[in-house]
């Protein structure tokens, strides 16, 4: 991992507001709906706000706090997600079945840690601190990465309540599909990979060299009205297009749209954080698998970008700061993918940061001379590196600090809860590379 430099007012002032804004995002939800887990993969409101703030317990105060004990034994053994060399942890399918500590419980966990984490900081002394304090920005980062999930999961659970509860955000924009062209990218040797003194998880490390062949990349992100054309013309019913895995998905799960579509009097809706809406042909497709994704590929003789060709062009199209790309991030609370900005601005590419993670045809695994750090805090991504594919980008619910050029999330191939969506590529690496 590489880290910012901090001090005791820098980093306390960023601890608090990166705690408060997982607050912020919690509060417009009753503690019964903090409760609930709709499906395996989705996580209750309430566990993700314990479950950060156990990382902070476990990484930081019980290593580091005098006379430390913690703030409820039994709170290790629920909230501990995957950390195999923490010990035993509850089943992650029944997180929905813990009904205490409630969600009120749980806020007083949290004043509780982040009480005595600004008394430990504050009492550091300066060679301290900066040793702690890249286990502490770590702990910002991946109360990011929960805030983010938290979205993404309680979406799920707001989606099986025939009531259609509203959550927040706006109504998805309407607009009309503008013309996708394709950018022209030189290639080369060319090098990918974190660099420089910002933050980065241990997984954009090391950089290194790639070759890429000259290869296109689209300036912009699959529409929904594409996508209707690739249903028209049975794209879910055509197993030409699908790799083998994928067609079995179909078969088994009933796939004919995207995940949060229905079909009613013929009109396909779609599930938005902000209740249920006709299905806008000019926004991005969104909550499509790496599958679904691949197969569309296939159908409009394209296909997925390489994550090495996804960065290279990005910055090659001067998009390496994503601070300043004006991306459809969480920060604006549409929370919902946006339309393509009109072609002919700043930049060639658009969407790059925000609307959708972006599916790639790489595979997640360790780029060469990856090294995770020593103890538990190792297990954090390198254990992950199997079965799952690279998605680049940020999406609409990804706080503004957590979108990088060289940023990896990582999802299973058949995942379509997360908000993933699909940008064309052509020429250059081969056309299947799952
Ligand atoms: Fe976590």
Not at 25 to 32: M, V
Not at 106 to 122: I, K, P, Q, S, T
Not at 290 to 296: C, L, R, S, T
Request: net charge negative.
């Amino acid at each position: 991992m590489t880290t910012t430099q901090w001090d005791a007012t820098s980093l306390t002032t960023r601890f608090q507001e990166v705690r408060a804004h997982t607050e912020r995002l919690a509060s417009p939800l009753s503690p019964e709906d903090q409760t609930v887990q709709s499906m395996p993969d989705v996580s209750p409101t309430k566990w993700h706000r314990a479950h950060v703030t156990w990382f902070f317990e476990t990484f930081v105060l019980s290593e580091h706090e005098q006379n430390f004990s913690p703030f409820q034994e039994k709170y290790w053994f629920l909230f501990n997600s995957y950390y195999e060399s923490l010990g035993p942890r509850y089943a992650r399918p029944d997180r929905g079945l813990v009904t205490r500590p409630g969600a009120h419980d749980v806020g007083e966990y949290r004043g509780n840690v982040d009480a005595r984490m600004l008394d430990l900081v504050a009492g550091l002394d300066d060679g301290t601190l900066h040793k702690l304090a890249a286990t502490i920005e770590l702990g910002f980062h991946h109360e990011q990465q929960h805030q983010e999930l938290l979205l993404m999961d309680i979406k799920h659970v707001l989606s099986r309540n025939p009531l259609e509860p509203v959550y927040g955000g706006t109504r998805p924009q309407t607009c009309a599909p503008d013309a996708m062209t394709f950018v022209d990218v030189e290639g080369g040797l060319v090098e990918v990979g974190h660099e420089g003194d910002g933050f980065s998880f241990d997984n954009e490390l090391p950089r290194h060299r790639q070759w890429l062949e000259p290869y296109r990349i689209a300036d912009r992100l699959v529409t929904n009205g594409e996508w209707l054309e690739f249903m028209a013309d049975g794209g879910y019913e055509r197993p030409e297009f699908w790799l083998s895995d994928g067609w079995g998905r179909v078969k088994a799960d009933g796939w004919r749209a995207p995940f949060y579509w229905t079909q009613h009097d013929g009109v396909w809706l779609e599930h938005t954080l902000h209740g249920t809406w006709p299905v806008n042909p000019g926004l991005p497709v969104a909550h499509v698998s790496f599958y679904e994704a691949e197969a569309y590929a296939t159908w409009a003789g394209k296909r997925l970008p390489t994550e090495g060709e996804w960065e290279h062009a990005v910055v090659a199209d001067g998009q390496a700061d994503a601070a300043h790309s004006g991306g459809n991030l969480a920060d604006l609370e549409h929370f919902h993918p946006a339309p393509a900005a009109p072609a002919g601005g700043e930049h060639r590419l658009r969407q790059v940061y925000g609307d959708c993670w972006e599916w790639t045809s790489s595979a997640y695994h360790a780029y060469p001379g990856f090294h995770p750090p020593e103890g538990a805090i190792g297990e954090y991504n390198g254990k992950f590196m199997s079965g799952q594919m690279v998605l680049r980008g940020g999406c609409a619910l990804t706080p503004p600090g957590h979108a990088r050029a060289t940023y990896r999330n990582f999802f299973p191939h058949g995942a379509r809860w997360a908000l993933s969506g699909v940008r064309l590529a052509d020429g250059g690496a081969p056309r299947v590379a799952a």
